[in-house]
């Protein structure tokens, strides 16, 4: 995509992946990456087929595309590469025509953590508590160039009251063990063939990306509406209750609240009482990781989206991390979560799909940064 000033670079192998071979990119005609803060991300791309022999596809006979092959998918902005996804090829949807240069191969799959998601394991962590797991687990993984990033916690369950134990894959008892503590896992690539497999709260700090901005003239870079939502049903109040287990005493617990950052200057009230299950027999700390978990698995009261042309934005749209919205006004100005981003890239374009969110109405600050 020369006109655009931005590359494309597929790496595919079955073990180290290599720039993929003239004939495949030759071939490509479109893509489309997803990232999520809490799914797996995912991929899907599309080539024309084109017979050498009457006998086969020679796009299929290579093997470049073969299920199992690991790929990368980056994009290059003005000579830096930036990783969408590095993943493995689990399907093929293939598309024969009668037409010539009508059949099409579409190839999809899954980012890396797929790799955890393969074989079910029955374990034990007597006396450890659950990033100490995680940690353990994820160090199985380190060939492929995942290196943990986990959050530490405290909770550290007595061999004679509970033993933590996995009858399941890696990855759902990871994702497990992140919904009891209320956090999210994800791994995301940092340069080709190394991802960091974060396992904590979700990221609502650090330096905002550049911001998302309308009607502001020269500096305008979204060109489509965005939609705004206020769910005021989204937000949920849990309702914490433990029983003593000498005086059978019913004791409410208080549910930890400010574990994340604020983005809004009005928060959303909690219109919706919950009450967590299988509480009543959990000690005082694992009852408030409940409620944690709770309130983190409930949706934010404010969601915005839209898309944006890269080019004119002038890099990639993370998830998993904060940006800015300008033109707006300021009910729904100001810092935003980035919680999904669709890849859709073309030869000639590169869109981005997104979907923001936050807690509430009202920018925290006086001004966005562009």
């Known amino acids: 995509m020369p006109d655009l000033g931005v590359r494309l670079l597929l790496l595919l192998g079955k073990t180290v992946p290599l720039p993929a071979p003239f004939a495949v990119m030759d071939a490509f005609t479109e893509?489309?990456?997803t990232n999520n803060d809490r799914e797996r991300d995912g991929f899907q791309i599309k080539f024309t087929l084109g017979k050498d022999t009457p006998l086969d596809y020679s796009l299929l006979k290579s093997g470049a595309l073969d299920a199992g092959n690991r790929i990368v998918i980056s994009v290059i902005f003005n000579f830096a590469p930036q990783v969408?996804?590095?993943?493995?090829i689990t399907d093929h949807q293939i598309t024969p025509s009668n037409k010539p240069g009508e059949s099409t191969l579409a190839v999809t799959g899954e980012d890396i953590s797929v790799k955890l998601d393969l074989e079910e394991r029955d374990e034990t962590y007597p006396n450890q508590p659950d990033s100490i797991i995680v940690t353990k687990i994820l160090a199985n993984y380190a060939a492929l160039g995942i290196i943990p990033k986990v959050t530490p916690t405290t909770d550290v369950p007595l061999q004679t009251e509970r033993i933590p134990s996995q009858q399941k894959t890696d990855l759902v008892y990871i994702r497990e063990l992140a919904q009891r503590n209320g956090f999210v896992f994800f791994v995301e690539?940092?340069?080709?063939?190394?991802?960091?497999a974060y396992w904590g709260l979700d990221n609502r700090l650090g330096l905002p990306q550049p911001a998302l901005s309308m009607n502001m003239?020269?500096?305008?870079?979204?060109?489509?509406p965005m939609n705004f939502r206020f769910n005021a049903l989204g937000p949920v109040a849990p309702e914490i209750k433990i029983v003593e287990?000498?005086?059978?005493?019913?004791?409410?617990?208080?549910?930890p609240?400010?574990?994340?950052?604020?983005?809004?200057?009005?928060?959303?009230?909690?219109?919706?009482?919950?009450?967590?299950?299988?509480?009543?027999?959990?000690?005082?700390?694992?009852a408030g990781l409940r409620g944690v978990a709770s309130t983190s698995q409930a949706s934010d009261a404010v969601s915005?989206?839209?898309?944006?042309?890269?080019?004119?934005?002038?890099?990639?749209?993370?998830?998993?991390?904060?940006?800015?919205?300008?033109?707006?006004?300021?009910?729904?100005?100001?810092?935003?979560y980035v919680k999904q981003v669709t890849h859709r890239i073309k030869r000639g374009e590169y869109k981005?799909?997104?979907?923001?969110?936050?807690?509430?109405?009202?920018?925290?600050?006086?001004?966005?940064r562009p």
């Open 31 to 33: 893509l489309e990456v």
């Open 189 to 196: 690539p940092l340069t080709p063939g190394t991802s960091t």
């Open 217 to 224: 003239a020269g500096q305008t870079n979204v060109d489509s």
């Open 84 to 88: 969408l996804i590095d993943g493995v």
């Open 352 to 368: 981005q799909s997104y979907s923001l969110t936050r807690e509430g109405l009202g920018s925290i600050t006086p001004v966005v």
């Open 304 to 336: 915005a989206s839209g898309e944006i042309d890269a080019v004119r934005y002038g890099t990639v749209l993370r998830a998993r991390r904060l940006v800015g919205v300008r033109g707006t006004g300021e009910t729904y100005g100001g810092m935003y």
């Open 245 to 255: 287990p000498n005086t059978k005493i019913t004791i409410p617990i208080p549910v």
């Open 257 to 286: 609240s400010g574990l994340r950052p604020p983005l809004s200057r009005r928060p959303a009230p909690a219109l919706r009482r919950t009450l967590p299950r299988n509480t009543a027999n959990q000690n005082s700390i694992q």
